[in-house]
T-cell receptor, first 113, second 111 residues
């Protein structure tokens, strides 16, 4: 099976812009989770989608949003970008909602100038 | 603060030596997982150990779980330069479906 893919791999934006990141899970996986990784805060959970519904959400402002499509592909959007949003954004998929192994994509590295 | 905390933060060893890293957590868990991350890339799942298990092996990896002490350890035997990476533990606190990662242990294996 193909692994989790994320596009784009690298992105440079300026403050105030918005960005959309895409994640294609492993075929057959219905759960997609998003994480933000920064040197200061480490890996932080953003949200999880399961069967097109947001099932869990971390402590991030409303500027961070996401959605999942019927084919389980997911997108996350960050509006009104801030310098602090510069991070590696990781997507992970799993076959069940929780408690099982998550398979991570290579990440999208976002730099906000 | 983080649910899981790895210790040490950094570890530097020679090839062939064993590497041990620890993870402590605060609340009861359903399971605990260990992941590896090579520099700036995605995480790779290593082992999942459930709360009713005490030890698990996978190749050169050995994971233990002590729920009474709320801690887990990851042992890598006969380390190789290719083991150089950051290692994270992840837990799902009981009743929560939100996986929480520690800050990781950075392992450097010198050839």
């Amino acid at each position: 099976k193909a692994g989790v893919t994320q596009t784009p791999r690298y992105l440079i934006k300026t403050r105030g812009q918005q960005v959309t990141l895409s994640c294609s899970p492993i075929s057959g996986h219905r759960s997609v989770s998003w994480y933000q990784q920064t040197p200061g805060q480490g890996l932080q959970f953003l949200f999880e989608y399961f069967s097109e519904t947001q099932r869990n959400k971390g402590n991030f402002p409303g500027r961070f949003s996401g959605r999942q499509f019927s084919n389980s592909r997911s997108e996350m959007n960050v509006s009104t970008l801030e310098l602090g949003d510069s991070a590696l954004y990781l997507c992970a998929s799993s076959s069940l909602q929780s408690g099982e192994t998550q398979y991570f994509g290579p990440g999208t590295r976002l730099l906000v100038l | 603060s983080q649910q899981g905390e790895e210790d040490p933060q950094a570890l530097s060893i020679q090839e062939g030596e064993n590497a041990t890293m620890n993870c402590s957590y605060k609340t009861s868990i359903n399971n605990l997982q260990w992941y590896r991350q090579n520099s700036g890339r995605g995480l790779v799942h290593l082992i999942l150990i459930r709360s009713n298990e005490r030890e698990k092996h996978s190749g050169r990896l050995r994971v233990t779980l002590d729920t009474s002490k709320k801690s887990s350890s990851l042992l890598i035997t006969a380390s190789r330069a290719a083991d150089t990476a950051s290692y994270f533990c992840a837990t799902e606190p009981g009743g929560s479906y939100i996986p929480t990662f520690g800050r990781g242990t950075s392992l450097i294996v010198h050839p």
